[in-house]
């Protein structure tokens, strides 16, 4: 395949993954003024690790004091809120409440407020039992106490990507699908050898997740920490238990995991999740019948009223961790990279932060790049209840998607967009088709017509 | 402002409508979300319609065809393409067509959304969830619709009559079924089972638990136990049939009261639901009976509703119909004291969500009023007279004593 190399034969820059990190990377680099190209192995961005997490926008309330995950999800979540609605991005303001639900969890929350107030985080209250019930009436009577974070919110996690990287494609950022990096040699500049061919580039960001072990190991960086993928299992509940669950409903934590949380999301659902299983596998994230039951009984017994509502989807996906607990992020000046690995559980929240962090050590050994003079807005369509969706507007030709009522002309946006979407996954993600409660019981059908020749995976078989 | 709005145009509502018009009421209005009207029957291409209601059979969209012109002739105003995104609790529908939203006010709702099949998501079905899983409903579509199918050797789950339509639907369709799986010890629809798939050569296997989806893509297999014994079928898809459930969406985010049992609107006995501007009809009030059962069923309750324009709509607190186990659902489940005129039910519907022998009977305030001994089956209709008393009782429940 031909030399994807920009016009004059190479990239200042490639970015391995086109996950939250490496989508939100090639923004920030584009608008430095770098020439980006991002690769991913997968069929779409987000195939790995960013296509399932909680959608939760974190205050850093509960992150290690003074780690370097506490300053970039604050400086992430500060850039989000600065930009989300020039980006078109979605903000659901519902606050947190870390529930106690024995005299043992509730004699940690003081703890629990201490350490948020030494993150920085001042909008936080003790709350009695029923001081929290009072704010979410449906939480079960047998609550005892409660921390109310008010910073925690909810976003819509797969536009945010898709917005970031949008804008980048806008200021000229190449995006490489089903793109495979086989090896990397460096000496002076990058050659990445790819499954689509050779790529130059003079610096290289290690996002790939799930495999940023072994994306160093091809680039010969030296081992820096092992992945250790941990699964974690949804259940999305109909949007009828919406009502019953307006403030995100954490549990107090322990050490291996922040636990189940009942979260409301961006979109009108209610999430139950995720468990934390340790497994090998990297790509397989596959459910299982007694965990979901155990999730779906888990948020009933929290919030009763959950008890009979009708599950919408299941999922699990698989967050990087690694042989540690922080953020593997190692700058290699010598041979221009940065790897930012073990991105966990907050890298929703911490991406725009990463992104900046990365473009400061690229500083430490690069020289400074000139920031384009025009950067060219860009905007997501909502798919979120907090704003005007198509549906709501005339000449939208007719809703495909009944359940998450979702129009053609959103569906035929999507398709003819900057990045169309490489597999249903992604169409899902980009306009929440097959995504409500009879997951295309009535609207496969037309997706599958709409959709014939796009994808690699497709939903009819043709012959 | 109409008199009545029908929501969803498949025969329990397009009779309703019908029904409506001819007993004089001025201004109906059927809403259907698709382009056309039917409902389900659009895509069951192999199950004939408008037998009884109609006196001839029509076939997939011609059934639709025929609902539609009948609605014309009756005078409705039919409105396709518009979706009811919500339901207020004066009356008031919130709807979504191609010129945007509107909102439309009645005087009474009759509510005929029909069912669908549940997805795997529902089912908790474990493994990895790759393209190539879907329901019978959504294979008709691709074929009746868009001329194509969504895989060739598909494992198929399920075994009511819907199982049956879908073999035929593969078979027709250039698709070779790799077996048919039931997770019950027996056929749920018993007689076509015992000698069907055999005779098209697809195997069936009863007692089957799906343990594994596997498919990074596509699906590629479908890991099942059978007794202990665990085997990997190959295949390009995993068909689910059957286990319909209420398309019940709107009710439950609009706060309207929802029965356990059967998953649909809570109703009395004229159909009329805990709200008493709701009416409902068709195969919303429990998954699922035929389209001409659907078809009466909506002219009963249009009857119904008519009558109850006459008067201001109802203030009575409706008294729940309650059950013993292992009943799974009655129909209607309330009662409302002082309903007078042609009820919209005759008969009480009672279904069982297991095998089970024993005595069935109905008690008002205590007292049995009837009873019958019988050795039930899950998923088959039992029909229980309906007595002039049960609209002055104050308790009525259907109780159930298992033989030992």
């Not at chain 1, 003819?416 to 993600?429: K, M, T």
């Not at chain 2, 008294?319 to 292992?326: F, G, L, S, W």
Request: glycine share 12%; hydrophobic share 45%; net charge positive.
């Amino acid at each position: 395949m031909a030399n994807r190399s920009a016009a004059d034969g190479a990239f200042d820059l490639a970015i391995i993954g086109g996950g939250v990190v490496g989508c939100a990377a090639a923004r920030r680099f584009a608008l430095a003024g770098a020439r980006v190209v991002l690769i991913e192995r997968g069929a779409d961005i987000l195939s790995g690790a960013s296509k399932a997490n909680s959608a939760i926008l974190h205050t850093g309330f509960d992150a290690p004091p003074g780690s370097l995950e506490l300053q970039l999800v604050q400086q992430g979540r500060a850039e989000y809120l600065s930009i989300h609605r020039d980006l078109g991005l979605s903000l659901v303001e519902t606050g947190a409440l870390v529930c106690a639900w024995t005299e043992a969890e509730a004699a940690l929350l003081e703890g629990i407020a201490a350490q948020g107030r030494a993150n920085g985080i001042d909008a936080l209250r003790l709350l009695t039992g029923p001081a929290a019930r009072a704010l979410v009436p449906g939480l079960a009577p047998h609550l005892h106490a409660a921390v109310e974070v008010m910073g925690e919110h909810v976003i819509d996690p797969w536009s945010a990507p898709l917005a970031y990287v949008t804008q980048a494609m806008a200021m000229g950022t190449v995006v490489l699908r089903n793109c495979d990096l086989i090896a990397g040699r460096f000496d002076g500049e990058w050659h990445l050898d790819t499954s689509q061919g050779p790529v130059r580039a003079a610096a290289v960001i290690n996002a790939a997740g799930l495999f940023g072990d072994v994306v160093d190991a091809r680039l010969g960086l030296p081992p820096e920490f092992v992945i250790r993928p941990r699964k974690g299992q949804f259940v999305v509940l109909d949007k009828a238990a919406f009502a019953h669950v307006p403030k995100i409903i954490l549990p107090v934590p322990n050490e291996i995991t922040k636990g189940i949380v009942i979260c409301p999301t961006a979109f009108g659902n209610v999430l139950v999740g995720p468990t934390a299983e340790e497994q090998d596998d990297r790509t397989r994230a596959s459910v299982d019948s007694a965990t979901l039951q155990m999730l779906v009984a888990h948020a009933s017994r929290l919030i009763p009223a959950l008890r009979d509502m009708p599950v919408t989807a299941v999922y699990a996906g698989l967050r990087p961790g690694t042989d540690a607990k922080h953020y593997r992020v190692t700058a290699h000046p010598g041979q221009r990279a940065i790897t930012l690995g073990g991105i966990r559980s907050t890298g929703l929240s911490a991406a725009l932060g990463l992104a900046q962090h990365a473009l400061h050590l690229y500083g430490t050994f690069a020289a400074p790049l000139a920031p384009p003079n025009d950067v060219p807005m860009v905007q997501v369509p909502n798919l979120t209840e907090t704003a005007t969706r198509d549906w709501q507007r005339t000449g939208h030709g007719d809703i495909v998607c009944h359940c998450e009522l979702v129009t053609r002309r959103e569906i035929e946006a999507a398709l003819n967009s900057l990045l169309p979407p490489g597999d249903f996954g992604g169409l899902r993600r980009r306009t929440r088709a097959g995504m409500g409660r009879c997951q295309g019981f009535h609207c496969l059908a037309t997706i599958a017509a709409m959709t014939r020749g796009r994808f690699d995976t497709p939903l009819a078989v043709e012959g | 402002m109409p008199d009545v709005v029908v929501v969803g145009g498949g025969p329990a509502g397009v009779a309703a409508a019908v029904a409506l018009r001819r007993a004089g009421v001025a201004k109906v209005t059927l809403l259907d979300r698709e382009p056309t009207l039917g409902g389900a029957t659009r895509h069951c291409s192999h199950s004939p319609f408008g037998l009884r209601e109609f006196g001839r059979v029509y076939v997939g969209a011609a059934y639709g065809r025929k609902l539609d012109r009948a609605a014309q002739e009756a005078g409705v105003t039919v409105l396709t393409g518009h979706s009811v995104v919500s339901l207020g609790t004066g009356g008031d529908l919130t709807i979504a067509h191609a010129g945007g939203t509107d909102t439309l006010t009645a005087r009474r709702v009759v509510l005929a959304t029909g069912a669908r099949e549940m997805p795997r998501s529902a089912h908790l079905l474990p493994g990895d969830r790759p393209v190539g899983v879907l329901t019978t409903g959504a294979l008709q579509a691709f074929v009746a619709f868009q001329g194509l199918m969504p895989f060739r050797r598909p494992v198929i789950v399920g075994s009511e009559l819907v199982s049956l339509s879908a073999i035929l639907t593969c078979l027709t369709h250039g698709a070779r079924p790799v077996a048919l799986l039931e997770p019950g010890d027996h056929a749920l629809v018993r007689a076509p089972f015992a000698w069907f798939p055999r005779l098209v050569g697809v195997p069936f296997l009863s007692g089957v638990r799906i343990v594994d989806i596997i498919g990074t893509t596509r699906v590629t297999a479908v890991r099942i136990a059978q007794g202990g014994h665990e085997t990997t079928l190959e295949c390009d898809g995993l068909l689910l049939t059957g286990r319909f459930t209420p398309e019940a969406a709107l009710l439950w985010q609009g706060g309207h009261r929802v029965d356990r049992g059967t998953g649909g609107p809570a109703v009395d006995q004229d159909g009329r639901c805990a709200n008493p501007l709701y009416f409902a009809a068709g195969n919303l009030l429990r998954p699922i009976e035929t389209g001409g059962w659907a078809f009466r069923e909506g002219r009963a309750i249009g009857a119904a509703v008519a009558h109850d324009l006459a008067r201001d709509p109802s203030t009575t607190e409706p008294v729940a119909v309650t059950r013993d186990a292992p009943i799974k659902l009655v129909v209607p489940n309330l009662i409302r004291h002082g309903s007078a005129g042609t009820p919209g039910f005759d008969r009480f519907q009672l279904r069982f969500a297991r095998r089970a022998q024993g005595l069935l009977s109905l008690s008002l305030d205590g007292r049995k009023v009837w009873q019958r001994r019988g050795a039930w089956r899950p998923e088959v209709r039992v029909l229980v007279p309906m007595p002039a008393s049960v609209a002055q009782a104050g308790h009525v429940h259907f109780g159930f004593a298992e033989d030992a």
